[in-house]
């Protein structure tokens, strides 16, 4: 491979061709500053922040779009390079709200972190009036909240949604001072056509965009005696949450998690995991019925509402292909307020029922109009990751010395095949453990299903099981899922079952998790996710004896009536900007009830 | 699509043939823009939504280079397009008065249209005649030296 010899900051070094100073620098310990540049995602020089001297150019160059050439020598420290980033960084923060102490992203902003790196002491030049003013925050979605006051225009979050989501529901509009990262049309991200991935905000170097914040709302229901108010933990949360309180990546913290929310003052806590596991059972056999049965195929997961949204946009003609199942969250909802308060003998009107998500997508998920089949709002708020750490920092929780608890009963006992939801792949690889040995009623031989695993953007397998070769695939990213999809669409997908989820990485990665969530992290998490897996002692779904019982004591058999009503649901054809033409209101387009 | 035919349908023609020779193809974005502008005055939404959707650009892509330039407009236009120069020659001859009473005789703030799309009213940075400023142009055609007062009379040749 051709290589080139350069100098930077006197150090001679010699690096791939086609490398950038960016990069070229970090190999002699030197992290040049940047605010726009996401690795393989955004580098477009945008923010200016990169700069370096390069010697016979006729003025500073941006490390982040400049590739090393044979000779070249370069200085990231020179006075000329300080002085340059101090004064766009003092010219960003001059139109930027100095608002750092009640801001969502208070010490975990780039932009102030790099303020103290560089020790901006003073903004000269103020202006008369803000780009953007209060007015202008979008509040519009369950999910995200956009505050343009806070934007500088890095574009990172444009990048996201088109490049690793294939959306672009936000773009630049208008120019110069006016510049806004904006849906179209002046409209809410609520009213276009955003997956409300969350994916924005896990790259947002500021508080520009964040989640919505519905902290307060669980407060105000733990503080209220009338209400029984239960909380359920995805399978994703228990490998991230450690890291808000300055714990490795992908340490497994499900003990400790049960612990924090106990002090927090929930009634019971119990495990989207569980729901999991029934979901597994549920979508089992839904396959195995399409299968024998000449039912739809390739049959997709259903559990990721930011993937259903933009399904139901994108590619509403393919809505049948979609498991009926309901998420795991959702079965969790049905169920706390049907199953759960009979056996408890709780009024299910006062049940107050949260979940703590690594996904924004879910807080829009619980506001589905069709997914009230307890009688009521089935999950009545969802929080991300993030938003549950800070209820635990407001406590004052210390995390390293909280014990390991256990989960309450009934719908706390869970699987390896759960926790692996939490992962791309996993809910293929949780499948086939039980429909293997649904089908052939045999062991399988090994359980591990490691070519779905890790985080290729599509991943195939194909496995005997009996006398079927039953062909998967698997999709993270919703660019990833549009490749199969098309597929799909030409008739080139000889796939018996496909999951795809929104996210890079699977729920690990999902956009309501801590901040910073990049590749290196992804894989840790991931690792973490294997690991707790392995360390159970149960890693099949059908095993599980929770399981077992609640078919016994309350859902009857797997697609039953009572499975029907309470796990499967319906989808909505939306279209992408208008409502699509000769479709159906919903699909399967039957009464689910 | 549910936009109105106001202008002759061969221009309708000519925006379905763009719209079929650009189908899938993002390279045709400002062409097919362009001619929506020449054909309807203004970017009706129905228009950006068809063009977002045949040529396979997200819309938000469509409405960013809608509000990037300056030629594009997304409300309708006057049947006569009157630009003031606001250039500094110009600025420092009068116009500000010019400004004034234009918006008076309109009824409208400049960057509008009135109601009976009679008058679009725009101001512009330097039209290059700074020797015969302050600089009115209605549909392109050039008027020297503007001062309040004639306002009214050019005004009242176009209907």
Known sequence: ?593 | MGAECKCNCDQEKKLDALFAQYKGNSNGLIVVMAAIQEVHGYLPKDFLVKTAEELGVPLSDVYGVATFYAAFSLRPRGRHCVNLCLGTACYVKGAPDVQTILEQEMGIKAGNTTEDRRFSLDLVRCLGACGIAPVLTVNGEVYPRMTAEKVNEILAKYE
């Open chain 1, 1 to 593: 491979m051709a290589t080139v010899t350069l100098t930077i900051d006197n150090v001679k070094l010699e690096v791939e061709q086609g490398t950038s100073i960016l990069d070229a620098a970090k190999q002699i310990g030197i992290n040049i500053p940047t605010l726009c540049y996401m690795k393989e995602i955004n580098a477009i020089g945008a923010c200016r922040i990169c700069v370096v001297e390069v010697q016979g150019a006729r003025a500073l160059q941006a490390a982040c779009v400049t590739p090393v050439t044979e000779g070249m020598v370069v200085k990231t420290n020179s006075a000329a390079v300080r002085a340059s980033r101090k004064m766009t960084l003092e010219l960003i923060q001059s139109n930027h709200p100095q608002e750092c102490n009640t801001c969502l992203r208070n010490n975990n902003c780039e932009l102030q972190a790099l303020s103290e790196a560089m020790r901006l002491t003073e903004i000269r030049f103020v202006r008369p009036a803000q780009s953007h003013s209060k007015d202008d925050i979008d509040n519009s979605s369950p999910s995200i909240v956009r505050d343009p006051r806070k934007c500088i225009l890095c574009r990172r979050c444009v990048a996201v949604c088109e490049k690793v989501q294939g959306v672009k529901c936000i773009s630049a509009v208008n120019r110069g001072f006016e510049t806004i990262v904006a849906p179209p049309f002046d409209q809410g991200l609520n009213d276009v056509n955003c997956a409300m991935c969350g994916q924005c905000s896990l790259v947002c170097p500021t508080g520009a965009i964040t989640e919505v914040d519905d902290t307060g709302k669980v407060w105000r229901a733990l503080d209220d005696p009338s209400k029984h108010v239960l909380v359920q933990t995805a399978p994703a949360v228990r490998v991230a949450i450690a890291e808000e309180f300055g714990m490795e990546p992908g340490t497994v913290s499900t003990g400790k998690l049960v612990a924090a929310l106990r002090r927090l003052g929930f009634d019971s806590v119990m495990d989207t995991d569980f729901t999991a596991d029934l979901t597994i059972i549920e979508e089992g056999n839904e396959f195995i019925k399409r299968v024998t049965e000449g039912g739809v195929l390739p049959m997709i997961t259903s559990c990721s509402p930011g993937w259903i949204k933009y399904i139901e946009m994108y590619y509403p003609d393919l809505l049948a292909h979609l498991s009926t199942c309901k998420s795991p969250q959702q079965m969790f909802g049905a169920l706390a307020k049907t199953f759960y308060a009979e056996k408890k003998a709780i009024d299910p009107a006062s049940i107050y029922s949260v979940s703590i998500m690594p996904c924004t997508a879910k807080k829009f998920e619980a506001q589905r109009d069709e997914l009230t089949d307890s009688g009521y709002q089935d999950v009545d708020v969802v929080l991300t990751t993030r938003e549950l750490a800070r209820m635990l920092r407001e406590i004052g929780i210390d995390w390293e010395s909280l014990p390991d608890e256990d989960y309450d009963a009934p719908m706390g006992l869970s699987t390896g095949a759960a926790v692996i939801f939490g992962a791309t792949g996993g809910v293929m690889e949780a499948a086939v453990r039980t429909v293997y040995e649904v089908i052939t009623k045999e062991a399988m031989p090994d359980i591990n299903l490691t070519p779905v695993r890790g985080m290729e953007g599509i991943k195939e397998a194909t496995l005997k099981v009996g006398d079927l070769e039953v062909k998967v695939a698997v999709a993270h990213t919703l660019g990833n899922a549009r490749k199969l999809l098309d597929k799909i669409r030409a008739g080139e997908a000889d796939y018996h079952f496909i999951e795809i989820m929104c996210c890079p990485g699977g729920c690990i990665g999902g956009g309501g998790q801590p901040i910073p969530t990049n590749l290196d992290i992804r894989l840790k998490r991931i690792a973490g996710t294997y690991k707790a897996d392995e360390d159970l002692p149960i890693r099949k779904s059908h095993e599980n004896p929770a399981i077992t019982a609640i078919y016994e004591e309350f859902l009857g058999q797997p697609l039953g009536e009572k499975s029907h009503k309470l796990l499967h649901t319906h989808y909505v054809p939306r279209g992408v900007y208008r409502k699509p033409e000769g479709l159906p209101d919903k699909v399967p387009s039957g009464d689910h009830h």
